[in-house]
Antibody, heavy 124, light 110 residues
Framework: QVQLQESGPGLVKPSETLSLTCAVS?????????WGWIRQPPGKGLEWIGN???????YYNPSLKSRVTISLDTSKNQFSLRLSSVTAADTAMYYC?????????????????WGQGTLVSVSS | QSVLTQPPSVSAAPGQRIRISCSGS????????VSWYQQVPGTAPKLLIY???RRPSRIPDRFSGSKSGTSATLGITGLQTGDEADYYC???????????FGGGTKLTVL
């Protein structure tokens, strides 16, 4: 059974960098899945942040691309998110998830497995 | 402002049937498959429907999905109080080159 678990600070100061890690168990990162991050501001909907494939290829939401870095650590079977220059607008529940894409075009895609989420607040 | 448009809320009595719509464009729903997610308050989203109308094995057949043109619909029959949740549609957007979601629909079972 695939399980994902986010970890990282729950409070980050404005202008600093948010860093989160997602530990994956029950499945190798070297698989068919892309590994991604999604966030959900309090009381709002879901926003895709970005994905990484086991080859190291990354794909980011254009609205966040200048501030986002997603990386892999296959030796630990985990992947990470870094979001720089955070503001209060980045306060959200952050989820890691496995993304299945049918092909390079992703005409068929789904987030199969999700972590429980971790709440990150941006405040001084 | 979400790329996909869903009604903010829907409600019905136990045992009844509801449908939740999801509207997009040729850049997303019109040329890609749709998935649906259920988010019970305080928990992570869970995959409910994928490829427009396919259910993971653990999802009961009370849940169904369909797609026509640039819109998709989630149907739930035999409503139960445990179905109270937020429901999100999702798909790939060819312009964004990434996944997009609807704003979510809150289902209340009266």
């Amino acid at each position: 059974q695939v399980q994902l678990q986010e970890s990282g600070p729950g409070l980050v100061k404005p202008s600093e960098t948010l860093s989160l890690t997602c530990a994956v168990s029950g499945f190798s990162l070297n698989s068919v899945y892309y590994w991604g991050w999604i966030r959900q501001p309090p009381g709002k909907g879901l926003e895709w942040i970005g994905n990484i494939y086991h080859t190291g290829s990354t794909y980011y939401n254009p609205s966040l691309k200048s501030r986002v870095t997603i990386s892999l650590d296959t030796s630990k079977n985990q992947f990470s998110l870094r979001l720089s220059s955070v503001t209060a607008a980045d306060t959200a529940m952050y989820y890691c998830a496995s993304l299945y894409c049918s092909s390079t075009s992703c005409y068929s895609m789904r987030f199969d497995y999700w972590g429980q989420g971790t709440l990150v607040s941006v405040s001084s | 402002q979400s790329v996909l448009t869903q009604p903010p809320s829907v409600s019905a009595a136990p045992g009844q049937r509801i449908r939740i719509s999801c509207s997009g464009s040729s850049s997303n729903i019109g040329n890609n498959y749709v998935s649906w997610y259920q988010q019970v308050p305080g928990t992570a989203p869970k995959l409910l429907i994928y490829d427009n109308d396919r259910r993971p094995s653990r999802i009961p057949d009370r849940f169904s999905g369909s797609k026509s043109g640039t819109s998709a619909t989630l149907g739930i029959t035999g409503l139960q109080t445990g179905d109270e949740a937020d429901y999100y549609c999702g798909t790939w957007d060819n312009s964004l080159s990434g996944p997009v979601f609807g704003g979510g629909t809150k289902l209340t079972v009266l």
